[in-house]
């Protein structure tokens, strides 16, 4: 499942990362919006806790001083860790302990590692049942961290230092001032963080996916030979068919649309890389990299003209206001987001993200001032037919639900129109980006799962129901998982709109109600699609299907193959006291790119189970 951006420097060109056990990298965690970023989530390259170890300028940490919420605070290095580990092997060993991190910072070649906690508790709990444990013959060391720096106030000192000629400074900026002088145009830059393959060839880019998503198989077909002994015999077989890999890869499918494709974007608003006080667009950069600059999205390739045009009336509308853009520096401002949905039927929504601080009364006569302004005024030529206003105020828990909408102006709901079918979209529901290439994914999906009158499809994060609504006509009955509420909503509305009697939906985590679903279905002929956030589906979800025998095949359809793989693996691996009930192997594999322009594309694995009793090893 993909869907908009959170990261703001690159919003509308990567999958979503909602519902992930890891949240964005930022200090001050707030959803949908990258202020400022601590200690990612994956593994990478870093400076080690020199940023926090530094004496110097104490106006580096003020972000931790005050009410708001930062993990940095609760903050801990793990020594002496064993080579070779990656960051999905640091997680599942401290889960398997009992320990939820907040966030995980692994460095390349290093053995140590950071993590952040939501609380105190948590992190003395890690700390205590941590340290001094063995893992892979190493003895685990824990001591507490420092926060890390906020890294525009680094990097202005940094250039401040260069300034007055200290030479440490000037070699670590120096290959950025050699830059300086040959500055690309701003609409170049962009493209380059927003769309990184905007230049290069359609044909080469799907190539290049491709390639990606054999790489993914390569190490998929070493896990299975690693994790599960007894299907050795057909692994050696499947490699000899099939080019050293588990099964056959299909040739990707192109989106049929490359430019101009999303329906969803999330642009960030403030002061413009030209200068411009209240732009509203894209971030040039992270700001743990230093940037807040925004640039209009207004040459980017994958933006629809609608919602560019939507960006250029609302940009107008926030200059007539008094109120000024939020600064994820001084946490002061007041504009924060403006999130587009467009659509085929040429329904727009437009949803307003505004830092309150401490205006009360004020509130209702902005939301009427924008009402009127879109409804009557100038920017009613913009097309917003559904407008929806966010109170964002600063983030003071680890908590990720989604924040309240408020109505402002036009209808409840934009709906699109897949595959002769028509959906209704809330502002929180998900809804792949590319809606001609979504077709594409799902008419491969529902090939793939083999379906006919007697099937029960268990349709798992399945959003506003587009997946099991589209095959709904070919089966028995379909039963759809969705942990948003709005978007049970949204499937059930479709469902009702579309005259379909024979699917449910249940509202609630994967983990927490399939596996009570799993034991209820009795058909003879189950098949489960999952779509799920990029982080992959919660190992209890992989346990339970493993456990549930008579589901025979799944289709799995991944927007990150990569942090995928351990569900992969575990829907592989060998039966234990741990994972019940015979494995699944790999069938056949397929890429499909609803994201031309960048490296990200949606992948399509089958998996069918094993049946030991019919020697099928």
């Not at 060993?93 to 590692?113: S, V």
């Not at 001591?143 to 906020?150: E, F, M, S, T, V």
């Not at 993200?353 to 924008?370: D, T, V």
Request: charged share 30%; hydrophobic share 35%.
């Amino acid at each position: 499942m993909a869907d908009s951006a959170v990261d703001n420097s690159a919003a509308g060109s990567l999958p979503r990362t909602e519902n992930e056990p890891v949240v964005t990298d930022d200090l001050v965690e707030e959803k949908n919006q990258e202020d400022k970023p601590a200690e990612g989530e994956g593994e990478g390259d870093g400076d080690g806790d020199g940023d926090g170890a530094a004496g110097g300028d104490s106006n580096m940490y003020r972000y931790i001083k005050g009410d708001l919420f930062t993990s940095e605070i609760f903050k801990v290095e793990i020594q002496n860790l064993p080579k070779y580990i990656g960051f999905n092997d640091l997680k599942k060993f401290l889960n398997k302990h009992g320990i939820n991190p907040h966030k995980i910072k692994l460095f390349n070649k290093q053995m140590f590692a950071f993590v952040t906690f939501k609380n105190l508790e948590e992190r003395d709990k890690a700390m205590k049942a941590v340290h001094g444990m063995q893992w892979k013959s190493k003895v685990l060391s824990v001591r507490l961290a420092k926060p890390k720096a906020d890294p525009i106030l680094k990097k202005r000192k940094q250039d401040e230092e260069s300034e007055d000629g200290q030479p440490g400074a000037k070699r670590a900026t120096g290959s950025q001032d050699a830059k300086e002088g040959e500055e690309e145009p701003l609409n170049i830059q962009i493209a380059n963080a927003v769309t990184p393959l905007w230049n290069v060839p359609y044909e080469e880019q799907l190539k290049r996916k491709d390639r990606e998503v054999e790489g993914i198989l390569q190490k998929l077909t070493r896990e299975i030979g690693n994790n599960n002994k007894a299907m050795l015999p057909w692994l050696f077989v499947q490699k000899e068919k099939h080019n050293k890999l588990c099964c056959p890869l299909e040739s990707i499918r192109p989106s049929p649309v490359q430019t101009e494709y999303r329906n969803k974007c999330e642009f960030v608003i403030g002061v413009g890389a030209d200068g411009e006080d209240k732009t509203v667009g894209f971030r040039l950069g992270k700001y743990k990299g230093g940037s807040c600059a925004v640039v209009s999205p207004s040459e980017t390739s994958h933006v629809s003209s609608e919602a560019k045009k939507i960006v250029q009336a609302f940009q107008q509308f926030i200059r007539t206001t008094p109120y000024a853009v939020y600064s994820p520096e001084t946490y002061e401002g007041h504009w924060r987001q403006l999130t587009v949905r467009t659509c085929r039927t040429k329904q727009t929504m437009a949803i307003v993200f505004f830092n309150p601080q401490k205006l009360q009364e004020e509130l209702e006569e902005l939301k009427g001032y924008l009402r009127r302004y879109f409804t009557e005024g100038e920017g009613k030529e913009s097309g917003i037919t559904s407008l929806y206003f966010v109170r964002m105020g600063q983030r003071t828990s680890a908590g990720t639900e989604d924040l309240p909408c408020e109505h402002v102006a036009g209808t409840d709901w934009i709906h699109e129109e897949l595959l002769g079918l028509k959906f209704r979209i809330s502002p929180h529901s998900f809804f792949q980006t590319n809606t001609p290439a979504a077709e594409v994914l799902y008419s491969a999906v529902g090939e793939w799962a083999q379906l006919d009158q007697d099937s029960t499809v268990l349709d798992v994060c399945c959003g506003t129901g587009t997946i099991g609504i589209s095959l709904a006509k070919k089966v028995r009955k379909v039963i759809g998982i969705e942990l948003c509420p709005e978007a049970v909503e949204d499937a059930k509305a479709n469902a009702e709109v579309n005259g379909l009697t024979n699917v449910e939906f249940h509202c609630g985590k994967a983990e927490d109600v399939l596996p009570t679903i799993l034991n209820a279905v009795v058909s003879p002929n189950v098949t489960a699609i999952v779509d799920p956030p990029r982080a992959g589906l919660h190992s209890k979800v992989i346990l339970a299907i493993r456990k549930a025998e008579h589901l025979k095949r799944l289709v799995y359809v991944a927007c990150n193959a990569k942090a995928a793989m351990n569900n992969f693996i575990d829907l592989c691996r060998a039966p234990s006291n741990r994972v019940r009930g015979a494995a699944f192997r790999p069938m056949r594999a397929m890429a499909v790119d609803l994201f031309p322009q960048t490296m990200h594309c949606e992948t399509i694995l089958l998996f069918e189970r094993v049946d030991y009793r019919k020697d099928d090893i």
